[in-house]
């Protein structure tokens, strides 16, 4: 690695500031889109209540600042309360990142005495069939609604996320008045990525070009007649339609920890599927898992690249763009990121355009579309099996 | 324009707060966080929903007595920091 150290430091690594929590991977939902793992069943057992407080503390004493409460679905974790009052205690702004499924307005109000800062709920589309027919369940619009309104009403700040995809980015107007009318002050309209299920099922979630063209002018058309009155709309564009990587997670190791449920520490919540080996908070501390754990330190500076990105000269912006999806569509996570036009595998990038193009003129689909359960983990295991 | 007798108030989204590691204060919000430089932190500092502007100004005058007349500065990071939503002014 190329870090100067000093006391056993390396120097010029960022530090933790966005510690992301994933208390479990169940989950009521069944988004064929999660970015979870396939594994759902294969990995060890969860965190106990002690154990994720002393992770919180360890993180805040490296500056940590904010701490994300995800997963699969947190309110599943009876200790939530908990973890939320402790980690408040120590200063971290809170954020609750769910989808409204397990909570009630008591425990809204309990969450707030605890003093949790912030509360983001997922919705899958702005009607309640789509929304539910995406979700895998019959109640999850209706309970989804009435928890928004909740949050709110409770004066917390409040974030919807909407996952964007072929199914639902052609009522993007209607998602956005959703917003408006539920009095969201964020709204990410986050067009899928493709990691974890959303891979597997990428064929039936990647928008043409012109759909997307078509949603960004219409959210741009919002923006104007908001006129910074309202929801602020944070349209996150798929990486699949540029032609120069993401400056993923700003950096590997630069500002973003997850913790996964089982207490593997990872730089970003995709990292697993890498094969590299990464350290579990049960065996190391937080300091000794970020400054000098081999996972973390990985990808660190330049030294790993191989060409295009060596020589290149907008290898300090990008770093390379994603280690995941290299991995993933070239079988080597040191290439550098398909999505980039130098990239010899780029080609995978534009077939899978070509292919939502054919897709959405009436052509079929070379994969089922997986809903997210251990049900389907065989399935989905075995098609990443075939594409390797 | 901002004026003397109004109230300034962090906004609801936000939270100040001095953070230790990177010695300064922060605006923290949903995912997010802005690192202020010293002055800013200053004038955030006293921004609690009670002292009206010219208190504000008065109270960094006492705390900065060689920094002379502060009115200006103060007046114009407080019109930013509304235009960035960071604080409300009734």
Not at chain 1, 325 to 351: M, R, W, Y
Request: aromatic share 8%; proline share 5%; with cysteine.
């Amino acid at each position: 690695m190329a870090h100067d150290f000093i006391n056993g430091m390396p120097t010029g690594v960022g530090k933790p500031f966005w510690l992301l929590a994933e208390l479990t991977y169940r989950c009521p939902l069944q988004c064929s889109y999660c970015s979870n793992p396939l594994d759902l069943k294969n990995t060890g057992p969860e965190l106990t209540t002690d154990e994720w407080i002393r992770v919180f503390e360890q993180g805040r004493k490296m500056g940590a600042a904010q701490l994300g409460f995800s997963g699969g679905e947190p309110l599943l974790r009876q200790d939530l309360e908990i973890l939320i009052r402790e980690a408040r205690r120590m200063g971290y702004y809170t954020n609750l990142i769910t989808s409204g499924l397990g909570m009630d307005g008591r425990r809204v109000a309990d969450f707030h005495a605890a003093g949790l800062d912030h509360i983001q709920v997922s919705f899958q589309a702005s009607s309640e069939e789509l929304n539910n027919r995406l979700a895998g369940s019959h109640k999850a619009f209706a309970q989804k609604l009435a928890m928004a309104k909740e949050v709110k009403a409770q004066g917390y700040p409040m974030v919807l996320n909407f996952v964007i995809h072929r199914d639902n980015i052609g009522e993007i107007d209607k998602i956005i008045e959703l917003s408006i009318e539920l009095q969201a002050d964020f709204v990410e309209l986050a067009i899928a990525q493709y990691y974890g299920w959303a891979f597997i099922n990428r064929e039936h979630l990647l928008p043409t070009r012109e759909q997307l063209q078509k949603a960004e002018a219409i959210t741009n058309e919002y923006r104007a007649r908001l006129n910074g009155n309202g929801p602020k709309l944070i349209f996150v564009t798929p990486d699949y339609y540029e032609e120069r990587p993401k400056a993923c997670m700003n950096g590997w190791g630069n500002i973003f920890l997850t913790v996964a449920p089982d207490g593997t520490a990872l730089p970003c919540h995709s990292a697993r599927e890498l094969p590299i080996d990464f350290p579990n908070v049960r065996d190391h501390s937080l300091e000794d898992i970020w400054y000098r754990s081999t996972g973390f330190n990985h990808f660190r500076g330049y030294e790993w690249m191989k060409e295009p990105c060596r020589s290149c000269d907008e290898k300090q912006k990008d770093f390379g763009g994603c280690r995941c999806q290299a991995f993933k569509l070239t079988g080597d996570a040191n290439n550098a990121d398909p999505v980039c036009g130098k990239s010899e595998h780029h080609h995978k990038i534009v077939q899978a355009r070509t292919e939502a193009d054919q897709l959405a003129v009436g052509g079929d689909a070379a994969t089922p579309l997986l809903a997210r359960n251990v049900h389907n983990q065989e399935a989905a295991l075995a098609i990443i099996a075939r594409s390797r | 324009m901002v004026s003397p007798e109004q109230i300034p108030a962090v906004s609801r989204v936000y939270r100040l707060q001095w953070e230790e590691s990177q010695q300064s204060f922060v605006l923290l919000y949903p995912e997010g966080m802005v690192q202020l430089n010293g002055s800013a932190g200053e004038i955030m500092a006293q921004v609690d929903g009670v002292k009206s502007v010219a208190d504000v100004i008065a109270a960094l005058e006492a705390k900065f007595p060689e920094a002379g007349d502060l009115s200006a500065d103060i007046l114009e990071f407080l019109e930013i920091a509304r235009d960035k939503h960071w604080i409300t002014i009734s």
